[in-house]
Protein backbone atom coordinates (compact mmCIF):
# COMPACT_ATOMS: atom_id res chain seq x y z
CA UNK A 1 0.00 0.00 0.00
CA UNK A 2 1.13 3.70 -0.81
CA UNK A 3 0.27 6.38 1.15
CA UNK A 4 -0.29 10.01 0.12
CA UNK A 5 -0.73 13.13 1.94
CA UNK A 6 -1.25 16.41 0.69
CA UNK A 7 -1.20 19.70 2.70
CA UNK A 8 -3.36 22.83 1.78
CA UNK A 9 -3.26 26.20 2.20
CA UNK A 10 -4.85 29.42 0.70
CA UNK A 11 -2.13 31.41 -1.36
CA UNK A 12 -1.22 34.51 0.66
CA UNK A 13 -1.92 36.72 -2.09
CA UNK A 14 -5.67 35.34 -3.03
CA UNK A 15 -8.55 36.91 -1.12
CA UNK A 16 -10.82 34.62 1.40
CA UNK A 17 -13.70 33.38 -0.31
CA UNK A 18 -15.48 31.04 2.40
CA UNK A 19 -18.27 29.67 0.22
CA UNK A 20 -15.89 29.05 -2.46
CA UNK A 21 -13.54 27.36 -0.71
CA UNK A 22 -15.97 25.44 1.29
CA UNK A 23 -17.20 23.95 -2.56
CA UNK A 24 -13.39 23.42 -3.22
CA UNK A 25 -13.37 21.54 0.02
CA UNK A 26 -16.33 19.75 -0.76
CA UNK A 27 -15.22 18.47 -4.24
CA UNK A 28 -12.24 17.44 -2.77
CA UNK A 29 -13.90 15.20 -0.16
CA UNK A 30 -15.84 14.01 -2.51
CA UNK A 31 -13.53 12.85 -4.96
CA UNK A 32 -12.53 9.93 -2.99
CA UNK A 33 -15.53 7.83 -3.95
CA UNK A 34 -15.06 8.12 -7.72
CA UNK A 35 -12.01 7.09 -8.45
CA UNK A 36 -11.72 3.55 -8.05
CA UNK A 37 -7.80 3.24 -7.32
CA UNK A 38 -8.70 4.85 -4.09
CA UNK A 39 -8.69 2.38 -1.13
CA UNK A 40 -9.27 4.82 1.70
CA UNK A 41 -9.62 9.15 1.79
CA UNK A 42 -9.99 11.41 4.28
CA UNK A 43 -9.98 15.49 4.40
CA UNK A 44 -9.58 17.17 7.16
CA UNK A 45 -9.37 21.13 8.29
CA UNK A 46 -6.29 22.42 10.71
CA UNK A 47 -7.81 22.60 14.08
CA UNK A 48 -4.89 24.51 15.48
CA UNK A 49 -3.97 28.63 14.86
CA UNK A 50 -0.44 28.16 14.59
CA UNK A 51 1.83 29.92 11.88
CA UNK A 52 3.44 26.68 10.90
CA UNK A 53 -0.07 24.97 10.20
CA UNK A 54 -1.90 24.55 6.70
CA UNK A 55 -5.48 24.50 5.95
CA UNK A 56 -6.41 21.30 4.75
CA UNK A 57 -4.93 17.44 4.86
CA UNK A 58 -5.78 14.74 1.97
CA UNK A 59 -4.84 11.53 3.47
CA UNK A 60 -5.26 8.57 1.00
CA UNK A 61 -4.25 5.32 0.39
CA UNK A 62 -3.54 3.13 -3.32
CA UNK A 63 -2.55 -0.09 -3.92
CA UNK A 64 0.96 0.82 -5.22
CA UNK A 65 2.81 3.69 -7.78
CA UNK A 66 0.73 2.47 -10.86
CA UNK A 67 -2.55 3.03 -8.93
CA UNK A 68 -1.40 6.37 -7.39
CA UNK A 69 -0.79 7.34 -11.26
CA UNK A 70 -4.50 6.38 -11.92
CA UNK A 71 -5.63 8.40 -9.70
CA UNK A 72 -3.13 11.40 -10.08
CA UNK A 73 -4.38 11.50 -14.11
CA UNK A 74 -8.11 10.85 -13.29
CA UNK A 75 -9.95 13.62 -15.37
CA UNK A 76 -12.15 13.97 -12.39
CA UNK A 77 -8.82 14.98 -10.65
CA UNK A 78 -7.11 16.90 -13.28
CA UNK A 79 -10.28 18.92 -13.40
CA UNK A 80 -10.21 19.49 -9.43
CA UNK A 81 -6.75 20.40 -9.72
CA UNK A 82 -7.08 23.09 -12.04
CA UNK A 83 -9.81 24.32 -9.63
CA UNK A 84 -7.59 24.12 -7.11
CA UNK A 85 -4.55 25.58 -8.30
CA UNK A 86 -5.89 29.38 -8.32
CA UNK A 87 -7.06 29.44 -4.89
CA UNK A 88 -4.49 26.85 -3.28
CA UNK A 89 -1.07 25.70 -2.82
CA UNK A 90 -0.03 22.63 -1.70
CA UNK A 91 2.63 20.25 -0.79
CA UNK A 92 2.70 16.17 -1.15
CA UNK A 93 4.14 13.45 0.44
CA UNK A 94 4.30 10.02 -0.75
CA UNK A 95 5.00 6.56 1.15
CA UNK A 96 5.07 2.87 1.45
CA UNK A 97 2.95 1.66 4.27
Request: proline fraction near 5%; hydrophobic fraction near 50%.
Given at each position: ???????????A???Q??AG???L???????GA??????????A????????C?????E???????????????????????????Y?E????????
Amino acid sequence: MLRHIVLFRRKADVAQDPAGEAALVARMDALGADIPAIKSWRVARNEMDRPICWDYVLESEVADAAALDDYLFHPLHQALVADLKPYFEWAAVDYTL
